[in-house]
Every structure is written in C-alpha cells, then in structure tokens.
C-alpha cells in the first residue's frame, strides 16, 4: 500500500471511497435513505473542488493499493473553529470496510500529522460521530484525549460528535518504513 498526496485526476476514486465508507460505517447512525442518496457523482464534483482550490496549509492524502485503486484518503490543515489551544485539524478519515483494521488509517493520519508540523501546526483536533465506536477507539489508540462535545445535524438527524485533541501532533508522525515515531 502506498500513501500520496491526492491530485486532481483522483477526485472519481475520492468519490468511491466517500460515498462507500460513508454507507458503511454511518449504517444505523444517519438514515438509511440519505445514505443510499449519497452520490458518486456529487462527491466527484466536491472532491474535484477540493483538490483544484489553491489552500497552500490544507493536504489530502490517499491510501492506494499496488496497483492504483484508491482505498483511503485523509485531509487536514488548520482548525476551522478558532480554537486556541488546538492550531491544526484531521477533517476526516476515510477508508473502504475490507482496509480498515490494516494499519493504513494510522498511515494517513501520521501523513496529515507530517503535514501540519511542516505547516507549523503544532497540536492537532478533530470531530467523529460519539456512536462511530470504532473511530472512536482508533483515535484514543492514536493519543487522542477527548476535549469536547457538540450537536449538528445531518440530514435532519441530530448527530452528536465528540473531538479529539492532541497537543503535540509531531507524536502521530512515523517512520514510513518501521511506523515508529520520526526524528
């Protein structure tokens, strides 16, 4: 498996993987019509946007098998809220049902991590589903503390979320090779 930054001419396989991942791990979160309304085709042009927009501290990242499909990808750059203690932000994390469990999340997030130590982000959040259990544990396996709580709404669900922070994000950079930490 390799880990690239994500171009342009991915935003389709981008796509895939939003969508999919989405319809597997929000199953009995969101409502099951919005996830099966979920488009490729929508999710194309959103990712397309998204790579073609200059926004020199924001990095997405894909997890690809050896030969070419994208099976993951990653994005971060700085925290969207004006949080003071947390300068950075993991936006999300996404990987198809069968590479999940694998090593490649940690992979892309300790890519996200590089990024915004080289982007001089030294501590780091996100927001997860409070029920996505799974990610939940994958982010506490990763350091993260639990820092607060908040409501949205998706799709005319109340969704609760839960962040995630660590103060020094260099912790969740590793080594390519070995997956320890760098430096």
């Known amino acids: 498996m390799r880990i690239r930054t994500a171009e342009p001419r991915d935003a389709g396989s981008l796509a895939r993987v939003h969508v999919d991942s989405w319809r597997s791990t ?95 982000f030294d501590s780091m959040m996100l927001w997860v589903a409070r029920d996505n259990h799974p990610a939940c544990r994958f982010y506490e396996a990763l350091g993260g503390e639990p820092v607060g709580s908040r409501t949205i709404d998706i799709a005319g669900t109340d969704v609760a979320e839960v962040s995630y922070g660590w103060l020094d994000v260099a912790d969740l950079v590793t080594d390519e090779l070995g997956g320890q930490p760098a430096g």
């Open 26 to 120: 929000y199953a009995g979160i969101l409502p099951d019509g919005f996830l099966a309304g979920l488009s490729y085709g929508d999710r194309e042009s959103f990712w397309d946007q998204v790579l073609t927009t200059a926004r020199p501290t924001v990095s997405n990242f894909l997890a690809e098998t050896e030969s070419g499909e994208v099976v993951g990808l990653a994005a971060g750059g700085p925290e969207r809220a004006g949080d003071e203690t947390y300068r950075g932000e993991l936006y999300l994390v996404y990987l198809l049902e069968q590479y999940q469990r694998k090593g490649l999340g940690r992979r892309l997030v300790s890519a996200v991590a590089q990024r915004l130590v080289v982007d001089g």
